[in-house]
C-alpha cells in the first residue's frame, strides 16, 4: 500500500519543542521526506531522511526514523510563531520512478506566543 | 526571479465551463508535475512529464488534460468542470539525478473554485 498516515493538529507554545508523527506502509521508500507549507503558499522541502539512516539533525530539526515500525518523526527545537505551517510527510513509493511523491494528510502546527 | 509560477492565482468558473491553468519553470528541470489539495488540504499527484512525456497518469477523470509544450512548461487543461473539481493546483518541478532524494520545487498554487 501506499497509506501515509499523520495527526492532523499540534498546538504548542513558542520556545517549546514541536513533535510531529507519521506513518507509512511503504518499507521500500528510499528516501522519506518533511514539505512545509506556509499559508497560501507552495510546499517547501525541509528536510529529508535515507531508508539506512535513523536519525537526521539539521540546525533546529531532527528526523527519527524507525523502519521497523514504519515511524518517522520531525521535531522542531525552540519552535517560533514563524513555524506555523503545514508539515507533511511524504515518501516516494519503492517501484516507482520519476518522483511519485505520497503524501500524508498533513499536521497543523499552531504556534502560541 | 521566480522558480515555479503559476496562473492564474485565483480562478472562479461556473460548472460545464473549460480551463486552463499555466506553469513554467526557470530552474532547468526536466519533470513537471501536477498536484490536486482538496478542502481538507489532502494532496494527489495527478500527472507528470519528462522531458515532454508524460510518465505519471493517475487515475483521474480523461476531463483533465495536461499538455507540455516544452520542458519548461506544464499546463493543465479542465473541460466541463465540475463542483468537485474546486481545489488547489500545484504545480512542481524537479531535475532528475541533480540529487539522489528528488527534491521537487512546488509553484504557488491556483485556486479553483467551481460555481
Known amino acids: 500500500g501506499e497509506d501515509v498516515e499523520q495527526s492532523l493538529f499540534l498546538s504548542v507554545r513558542e520556545g517549546d519543542s514541536s513533535v510531529i508523527n507519521c506513518t507509512y506502509t511503504?518499507?521500500?521508500?528510499?528516501?522519506l521526506y518533511w514539505y512545509k507549507q506556509e499559508p497560501g503558499a507552495g510546499l517547501q522541502l525541509l528536510t529529508y531522511i535515507f531508508s539506512n539512516m535513523d536519525m537526521k539533525q539539521d540546525q533546529r530539526l531532527t528526523v527519527l526514523l524507525n523502519k521497523k515500525d514504519k515511524h518517522l518523526s520531525l521535531r522542531i527545537a525552540d519552535t517560533q510563531t514563524g513555524d506555523s505551517a503545514i508539515y507533511f510527510c511524504?515518501?516516494?513509493?519503492?517501484?516507482?520512478?520519476?518522483?511519485?511523491?505520497?503524501f500524508g494528510q498533513g499536521t497543523i502546527l499552531t504556534v502560541h506566543p | 526571479d521566480t522558480a515555479v509560477s503559476q496562473t492564474p492565482k485565483y480562478l472562479v468558473t461556473q460548472m460545464g465551463n473549460d480551463k486552463s491553468i499555466k506553469c513554467e519553470q526557470n530552474l532547468g528541470h526536466d519533470t513537471m508535475y501536477w498536484y490536486k489539495q482538496d478542502s481538507k488540504k489532502f494532496l494527489k499527484i495527478m500527472f507528470s512529464?519528462?522531458?515532454?512525456?508524460?510518465?505519471i497518469n493517475e487515475t483521474v477523470p480523461n476531463r483533465f488534460s495536461p499538455k507540455s509544450p516544452d520542458k519548461a512548461h506544464l499546463n493543465l487543461h479542465i473541460n466541463s468542470l465540475e463542483l468537485g473539481d474546486s481545489a488547489v493546483y500545484f504545480c512542481a518541478s524537479a531535475l532528475q539525478g541533480a540529487s539522489s532524494y528528488n527534491e521537487q520545487f512546488f509553484g504557488p498554487g491556483t485556486r479553483l473554485t467551481v460555481l
Open positions: 511524504a515518501e516516494i513509493p519503492g517501484g516507482t520512478s520519476y518522483g511519485k511523491l505520497t
Open positions: 512529464y519528462n522531458n515532454k512525456e508524460l510518465i
Open positions: 511503504d518499507s521500500s521508500s528510499t528516501y
